[in-house]
């Protein structure tokens, strides 16, 4: 008993329209691709306030503290006898 062969299907007769259509060309079009420079160009400019805190050295000793503390409080929230087991809690505060 000869196995029949297996054959491959027909091509589809009529191809579907490619889904995703070609890029727009027109520069003025606000779907044209930016350039390197004009992605350079599209960030925000940050406000004088934003600028001077940059270099404010107060400022930035201030935010230095304020992150470390609370590095250390959540630190510290780790190492607590009960941390990870609610049912340590019930009773002990």
Do not use: Y
């Not at 599209?42 to 406000?47: F, I, L, N, R, W």
């Not at 400022?59 to 510290?76: G, S, T, Y």
């Amino acid at each position: 008993m000869n196995p029949t062969p297996l054959t491959n299907p027909s091509p589809p007769t009529n191809p579907s329209p490619p889904t995703n259509p070609a890029p727009p060309t027109n520069p003025s079009s606000p779907c044209f691709p930016l350039t390197r420079n004009e992605r350079w160009f599209a960030a925000t400019k940050p406000t004088a306030i934003t600028r001077f805190l940059r270099v404010f050295v107060l400022w930035q000793l201030w935010r230095f503290a304020a992150i470390n503390l609370r590095m250390i409080f959540i630190i510290l929230r780790g190492h607590r006898w009960n941390a990870g087991n609610p049912r340590r809690l019930r009773g002990r505060r």
